[in-house]
Structures are given as structure tokens and as C-alpha cells.
């Protein structure tokens, strides 16, 4: 279950950071979250493999224009990135099933730079199946995975084989509250050396309609999405909530510059948690907040980056301003 400094080229390893103390995350979350006055779960419970695919599903979604967006600058991209960055291992955190991962190995196998690629995601089946594949279509690439909380393990990252690229894509970083990202953007910094890079993706400021449509689409699997953080709790802590009580909210609350994912209870109801002994009352119209999606400028990006020690090295953008890559290195 651990990284060896002596594992040959082409190999795998493997190391999950979570074990058994994600129940016990999960349970705290959440009586901390449904007991406070503003009801609100943290989003990472949306990603049990169910989650993770409706996520999938979301990507390719008509309305939800980061992912392609995202792929079509890296596309543009990567070649420029690699050359500037000199990376020989990349760490993508979130890495999911790594689909734009294969963008920036491929810049790295043509530079003749590629040695390592270490895959960071909560989801254990992500991490392994990806990592598998990644080493049949690499030959010679070392892989490792670390099953884990990039908020809280990032200190378990093997040691660097050379020049790093963290890649934090997809525009997660919008997940964290501004505190927990100021945190992230700092831990980030004491990661990387002089040598390595950090790669953010982050969605950008755009018109109302474009961007709630985008969390709110016709076909309803961002809704459906949403919900399945009810049939987590259900599941995980002998709850009882009716996932069809709760109405999917996705609003663009302007001062923050950041979407709002809510579950709005449609009548008066009670839920019982069994395994916290816990119920919870919810009034007809109140809300659940399950996560905010920050929408970024390219002023509050270096702004945000500064104030963590770092500096931004490059901005790619769309033609349409729609999402950004950002290259940071450490400040100084
Ligand atoms: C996980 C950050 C890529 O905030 O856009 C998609 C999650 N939530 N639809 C985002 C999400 C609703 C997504 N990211």
C-alpha cells in the first residue's frame, strides 16, 4: 500500500490515504451541516460512485460547457505548457477518469520529458481503473494513486521524480469556500519546489443565463446529481430522506461571483438520521446548500494566487472567456 523509492519504471503503486476515517468525516459533516441554522452539506459526499457518474454524464452535457471547454484549450495548450514547465511527472488531484490527463502525458511523451504520473482522487475505483489504463497505453511510465482528500492529504504525495505539473483541472478549486481555498492555494505552495509547476483550471464570470442553465440543464442530471447526496445519507447513516421532497435549485448569487447548489425541501417535513440519532426538521421553501461553484477573473486568479506565495506564469482562456488555465510557479 505504499510508494517505494526503488519501484521500477512501469510499475504501479497504490496508497489510500481515506481507510475508515471517511465514515467518520462524513458523519461529522453532516451533523454539523443539517444542525446549523443555514442547512448546508459539503460537496465532496456528492461523488459515491453513483455521483461520480452522473458527473460524467454532466460533462457531456449540451449546457455544461466547462469540460469541453477546458479540453479544447489544453488541446491548444499542452505542447506550449510542457515546454514552458519542463515537467517530467505530472499530479493531477481530482483526477476522476483522467480523460485530460492523456492531453498533458502525451505533450510530456513527445518532449521526452515523461517519467511519472501520480493520480489523486476520492473515488477509489477512479484511481485504480485509471491508473491501470494510464500504464498500458505509457509503457514505461510510473503511476501512482493515492486514494485521498486533496484538502486534507496532500501531504502524502510520493516524492517528486523530477520537474512536477499539479494539475488541479475542471475548475474544483470553485468548490472550496474562500477560506478552505486560500488554505489549498497555500498548501499548494509548500508542495512545490523552484522546479514545479502548479496547472488551475478555473470557470470564469460570464452572463446569468449561460451559467445557471449550465447547473440546471433540461435534461435534469445535474438535479438528479444533486439529490444523490440524499441517497448517500440514506445509505451511509440510516436516513430516511425522500429525495423526491427536494426541488434542485442552481442560482448565480452575483455578489460572491459564485453558483449556489441547493436542495429545497417542498413542504414541512422531518428526517431521521438513524445512525446519528439524529432528526432534523425542515420548514416548506428552506434549503440545503450543497455546494458553491466560484466563477473567477482573471484579476481575482493572480490576486488569489499572490496572496498564496505564488505567481501566475501564464493565462489561457477560450475565445469566448469562458474558462481559464493558469500556470503558477512559486513567488521568489
Ligand atoms: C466538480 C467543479 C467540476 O462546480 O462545475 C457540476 C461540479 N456541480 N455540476 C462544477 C458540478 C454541478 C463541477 N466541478
Redesign the pocket.
Known amino acids: 500500500m505504499t510508494s517505494e523509492a526503488t519501484e521500477p519504471a512501469g510499475a504501479l503503486t497504490l496508497h489510500n490515504a481515506l481507510v475508515d476515517d471517511e465514515a467518520r468525516t462524513l458523519a461529522d459533516d453532516v451533523r454539523e451541516g443539517l444542525t446549523a441554522e443555514f442547512k448546508e452539506l459539503p460537496?465532496k459526499h456528492?461523488y459515491d460512485t453513483r455521483g461520480a457518474e452522473l458527473?460524467e454524464q454532466?460533462c457531456e452535457l449540451p449546457e455544461?460547457y466547462?469540460?469541453r471547454t477546458e479540453r479544447a484549450i489544453l488541446e491548444r495548450v499542452a505542447g506550449e505548457l510542457i515546454a514552458q514547465t519542463g515537467a517530467a511527472e505530472l499530479v493531477e488531484l481530482?483526477s476522476g477518469s483522467a480523460t485530460k490527463t492523456r492531453l498533458l502525458l502525451d505533450a510530456m511523451r513527445s518532449a521526452g520529458t515523461l517519467e511519472s504520473f501520480v493520480a489523486v482522487d476520492v473515488t477509489e475505483s477512479f484511481v485504480r481503473d485509471s491508473a491501470a489504463e494510464l500504464l498500458r497505453e505509457y509503457p514505461g511510465l510510473r503511476v501512482h494513486g493515492l486514494i485521498a482528500d486533496f484538502e486534507r492529504h496532500l501531504d502524502q504525495l510520493p516524492p517528486p521524480r523530477g520537474p512536477r505539473l499539479l494539475a488541479f483541472l475542471?475548475?474544483?478549486?470553485?468548490?472550496f469556500a474562500p477560506a478552505a481555498r486560500r488554505r489549498f492555494l497555500r498548501s499548494v505552495c509548500g508542495l512545490l519546489g523552484p522546479d514545479d509547476h502548479l496547472l488551475l483550471g478555473t470557470?470564469l464570470v460570464k452572463d446569468r443565463a449561460t451559467l445557471e442553465a449550465?447547473?440546471d440543464d433540461s435534461a435534469g442530471v445535474?438535479a438528479e446529481?444533486?439529490r444523490n447526496i440524499l441517497h448517500v445519507l440514506n445509505r451511509e447513516l440510516g436516513a430516511d430522506f425522500d429525495p423526491a421532497a427536494f426541488e434542485h435549485v442552481?442560482r448565480f448569487d452575483t455578489e460572491h461571483e459564485w453558483?449556489e447548489?441547493r436542495l429545497r425541501s417542498r413542504e414541512a417535513q422531518q428526517v431521521k438520521l438513524a445512525a446519528l440519532e439524529l432528526t432534523v426538521a425542515f420548514e416548506a421553501g428552506e434549503d440545503i446548500r450543497t455546494?458553491i461553484?466560484a466563477k473567477f477573473t482573471r484579476e481575482r486568479v493572480a490576486a488569489e494566487l499572490t496572496a498564496a506565495g505564488l505567481v501566475l506564469a501564464a493565462w489561457h482562456t477560450d475565445a469566448n472567456g469562458w474558462f481559464a488555465l493558469s500556470l503558477a510557479r512559486r513567488a521568489g
Open positions: 460537496p456528492l458527473f454532466i455544461y466547462p469540460t481530482g475542471g475548475g474544483t478549486i470553485g468548490n470557470d449550465a447547473y445535474t446529481f444533486n442552481a453558483i447548489m455546494e461553484s
